[in-house]
């Protein structure tokens, strides 16, 4: 985080990056979508320097600090690609090459755009759980989709040993929600 962020991705947005110390430290939305696409990219095979040059060519072809935040974002495991308006891929290299988006589009499934192109909320899990990340609720922390309750909420009455059953109940949310509130907690351990 500390090499890619500040000393490559962000370094002239440092003080949107984040703030805090220790355990305490958060970070800004856009950067956590950028750290997200980066994983993603680094977990199918694209390498750093790839990635690092990808996120240059389209911060000067977007005019951003966060082209990772700012674009849809897709993969082959050797190239990157973008979509600046959800009608064309281009790829993000010195080409910048056009191609057919019926072809390559398989990517950026966890992650919604607004009519601008800007990440607007992340699905942790994936569209298919209601687990969401949105900075317009809760203060960007993850909740269940289309309510205010807190993910966090609900796992840790899971670890206080309230069973499944009666949290759902209490909530008023399907199991399926509060299984995936305990699966994400459960990941990000």
């Known amino acids: ?41 680094r977990k199918r095979g694209v390498s750093a320097q790839s990635i690092s040059r990808a996120h240059e060519i389209m911060g000067q072809e977007l005019n951003t600090t966060f082209p990772f935040a700012n674009s849809e974002i897709l993969t082959d495991g050797k190239k990157i690609f973008y979509s600046p308006d959800g009608d064309v891929i281009i790829n993000a290299d010195k080409s910048k090459q ?33 687990i969401v990340v949105d900075p317009h609720h809760q203060l960007g922390q993850p909740t269940i989709k289309n309510t205010n309750i807190l993910a966090g909420t609900i796992y840790s009455m899971y670890t206080a040993g309230e069973k499944i059953s009666f949290i759902s109940t209490l909530y008023d949310v399907p199991e399926s929600d509060v299984k995936a509130s305990i699966e994400f907690f459960k990941k990000a351990a």
Not at 5 to 22: D, H, I, P, V
Not at 102 to 130: M, T, V
């Open 1 to 41: 985080m500390k090499e890619y962020w500040g000393n490559r991705f962000g370094s002239n947005q440092a003080s949107l990056a984040s703030w805090g110390k220790g355990r305490e430290k958060s970070v800004h939305f856009f950067t956590l979508i950028e750290f997200y696409v980066f994983f993603q990219l």
């Open 98 to 130: 056009i191609n057919f988006k019926s072809i390559i589009e398989q990517f950026c499934h966890k992650i919604d755009f607004d009519k601008d192109q800007n990440a607007l909320r992340y699905w942790p899990l994936g569209k298919e759980k209601n």
